[in-house]
């Protein structure tokens, strides 16, 4: 259930209505993401206006995740800094009840919502689950692990060979050797 606290009344918004939040709990705002260890420090400001297609909210959110290197498989903690953009209409999705939906890129924006409240936790939890990189990488100069024997190479020198030395090198897997075709 989310918090009160992240209900806004519709009519108490009024022209450039600001709105602060400070050391929100990711449970706070149902906000679940694989590959997080942890998040801290969530603070957000949102910008809330009237207009005539709907309710306007500007997120700028601020917090600190604790994410695992894609490469070396360490734990290291990144700060983010994000904005996002939603409009809140009231009213029913009109693609609910539709299996295959081709949005336009001025309808991803669109939250729709019923009743005498809006609810700010969708845009926080948005804005952070959008910035969260698909494959985080502690340091750009990230070395990661030898692809033979598992060494952090940031860590420690291995001597193992290893002919390719690119990001995508595969584990080598020990072949058969082939069997001579015989000639006929």
Request: some cysteine.
């Amino acid at each position: 259930m989310i918090a009160s606290k992240f209900l806004i009344p519709v009519n108490e918004i009024k022209e450039e209505t600001r709105v602060t939040f400070d050391n929100i709990e990711a449970n706070d705002i149902d906000l679940k993401v694989d590959n997080i260890e942890k998040f801290c420090s969530i603070r957000a400001l949102v910008m809330i206006n009237n207009s005539a297609i709907g309710i306007t909210a500007d997120f700028n959110v601020t917090f600190t995740a604790e994410l695992k290197c894609g490469r070396c498989l360490t734990n290291f903690n990144k700060d983010f800094t994000v904005s996002l953009f939603l409009i809140y209409i009231h009213g029913k999705d009109p693609h609910t009840e539709t299996e295959k939906v081709d949005l336009q890129t001025s309808e991803v924006e669109r939250i729709y919502f019923s009743g005498t409240n809006i609810d700010l936790s969708i845009g926080l939890r948005e804005a952070i689950v959008l910035s969260i990189p698909i494959a985080p990488v502690c340091d750009n100069a990230c070395k990661g692990l030898c692809p033979v024997c598992g060494t952090n190479r940031n860590k420690n020198k291995c001597k193992c060979k290893i002919k390719d030395e690119s990001c995508f090198t595969p584990i080598p897997v020990k072949r058969q050797p082939r069997k001579k075709r015989r000639e006929k």
